[in-house]
């Protein structure tokens, strides 16, 4: 999928319809018959969703608990339900069900610009500009993608600290829709967090995940600093900071090439050995 490919269906599936009994659907991304619908999609359509809820605000923060995986052949219905709306903030529930099955569940903050009080944040990475002739686009990233130094998280023999960065643009977009944009970048903030749990240990890498290894995001909090210009670079900034348990917990910053920290965000997910008895045969995945 080329790179215009891929943001066209981006901004497809946040063409919310409406289905009736306040019901919005929207289209897949991708459509792959027995696997879970995307984690950073759900994410894109409930700020988008919660939004169209509350006009005239921003989305401030999404915080997502994934209790079930969707299958991404079929269709997700996606409810919102007001909490609150004052003059500088509000919030919703966004639910996502399929089959009367709840997949997903999202509470969503949303609130006014304000001026600053005080305002400070940590240094960016001394990293060179992004390399535009390096960028690529990727299905769990954006368009437009670089990851720095050339990392593959899908190989079990590459071993590396428990960090990984990686630019993103999504370009042509309007500019001066917030949520949107917004909600672009929700798409590059879920996919990255378990392989950086990987990289530290050898034999284990996103190319045996739900294969010989059971991995899949439990909870996501993405937080908002500022308004974000999709059509420019921004760098995500990775670190895992525990794995064990059958589990890791990581957390990452969002800078804008000028060094402006526009996001942050967290995730809890699984990582635990698939026993043998239950794995599936060569070339397979574990099914939903």
């Not at 599936?13 to 306040?22: N, V």
């Not at 308004?227 to 670079?233: F, G, K, P, Q, T």
Request: glycine letters at 10%; hydrophobic letters at 45%.
């Amino acid at each position: 999928m080329t790179g215009d490919e891929l943001l066209a269906r981006m901004l497809a599936s946040l063409e919310l319809t409406e289905a009736g009994d306040g019901v919005l659907r929207g289209p897949r991304v991708h459509e792959a018959p027995g696997q879970p619908v995307f984690g950073g999609e759900l994410l894109a359509q409930a700020i988008v969703a919660a939004a169209r809820a509350v006009p005239g605000k921003r989305v401030k923060s999404v915080q997502a608990i994934f209790a079930r995986g969707g299958d991404s052949s079929a269709p997700l219905d996606i409810r919102v339900e007001a909490m609150h709306e004052g003059r500088n903030l509000a919030s919703a529930t966004v639910t996502f069900t399929q089959a009367d099955r709840l997949c997903t569940r999202a509470l969503v903050l949303l609130d006014a610009a304000e001026a600053d009080l005080v305002r400070h944040q940590p240094d960016p990475p001394a990293l060179l500009a992004p390399d535009e002739r390096a960028a690529a686009p990727h299905d769990a990233a954006a368009p437009e993608t670089i990851i720095v130094g050339g990392v593959d998280v899908r190989d079990p023999d590459a071993v590396g600290p428990a960090t990984l960065q990686l630019w993103v643009r999504y370009r042509p977009v309007p500019a001066g829709d917030p949520n949107l944009a917004r909600a672009l970048l929700a798409f590059a903030t879920d996919g990255w967090l378990i392989g950086t749990a990987m990289r530290p240990h050898a034999g284990v890498g996103q190319a045996l995940a739900h294969r010989t290894i059971s991995t899949g995001v439990l909870s996501h909090a993405l937080v908002f600093h500022d308004d974000l210009d999709a059509n420019e670079w921004h760098l995500l900034d990775h670190e895992s900071v525990f794995a064990g348990g059958g589990r890791c917990y990581g957390r990452a910053d969002v800078f804008s090439a000028s060094g402006r920290l526009v996001a942050s965000f967290t995730q809890e997910a699984l990582l635990r050995d698939i026993p043998a008895a239950r794995r599936p045969a060569a070339g397979e995945r574990v099914a939903l």
